[in-house]
């Protein structure tokens, strides 16, 4: 199981429509998880098992940008 985190950047396995980028920002962790598009600002929710079904790896952690 990958470990993530609030305000970690992490790659889904598709692109985001408007082909800027594969990275997300995770903004909200719950229940459900709201990610961020790096390309374009969007935010897209998904319910947690959906998340990490679509989620490819962790790029980023939040721990290492402070």
Wanted: charge should be positive.
């Amino acid at each position: 199981m990958v470990k993530y985190d609030l305000n970690d950047i992490v790659q889904m396995k598709k692109d985001h429509p408007c082909r800027k980028s594969k990275e997300w920002r995770i903004i909200r962790m719950g229940a459900d998880i709201k990610i961020k598009c790096l390309g374009c600002g969007a935010a897209v929710m998904f319910p947690r098992s959906e998340f990490e079904r679509k989620m490819k790896k962790v790029l980023v952690h939040q721990e290492e940008e402070e």
